[in-house]
């Protein structure tokens, strides 16, 4: 299975999701990829949106794969199964993470045009394009504990094997429609895989009211 876009993609997760209408849920996109999905799931379940800020640490000469993620209140957590294959030295490893932390931090005041809504007491779904190692969702996952909400799912329309059953451990529940015995990337599993702009993100985020621009 291909998923045409990851509006559709996410509109398909959402159907697997029905069961949490009930729970009024906090939906939250990991930018970029993860809003437009997150903003489809939210228009079949309902529920509100935001966005939980993380950025995954990839190898440097192989950016893709994740060797560990940091995000919002100085969560960090590390791959070391990624780091000890790779060799990656730790001065290599702090010179990566300097980056990341510039580009959260640009991405806080970029997409954040308002206050986070509060997790706490909320059923909190994250919501991504997809997994390969796990090790962005598992940092995004760790920022929402600590908001004390009442569950954490994670939901994603494409997953390596090893990714899921990495997550299953520290969440409630993983929603996840399409498991092939070998992910070679998330992407491969999209027609339309395109790097979305900050542009973009912020118009789903806080669309532009019709008549607004006349």
Known sequence: MIYPDRGTAGHALGEKLGHLRV?????????????????????????????????????????????????????????????????????????????????????????????????KDRTVVIVDDGMATGATVAAACEIA????????????????VEALHRIRSVADEVTCPLVPPSLGGVGAAYRDFHQLTDAEVVELLHPTPSGADQ
Request: proline share 10%.
């Open 23 to 119: 729970a009024d849920p906090l939906l939250l996109g990991l930018p970029r990829g993860g809003v437009p999905v997150a903003v489809a799931v939210r228009e079949v379940i309902g529920g509100d949106l935001d966005v939980l800020l993380v950025r995954k640490l990839g190898v440097p000469w192989q950016p893709e794969l994740a060797m560990g993620a940091i995000g919002e209140d100085d969560v960090r957590v590390l791959n070391y199964d990624v780091m000890r294959h790779s060799e990656v030295t730790p001065e290599q490893l702090a010179a990566v993470e300097e980056l990341e932390r510039i580009e959260l931090e640009r991405r806080r005041r970029v997409l954040r045009a308002q206050p986070p809504i509060p997790l």
């Open 145 to 160: 504990r600590l908001h004390e909400p009442r569950r954490v799912v994670v939901a994603v329309p494409v997953s390596s």
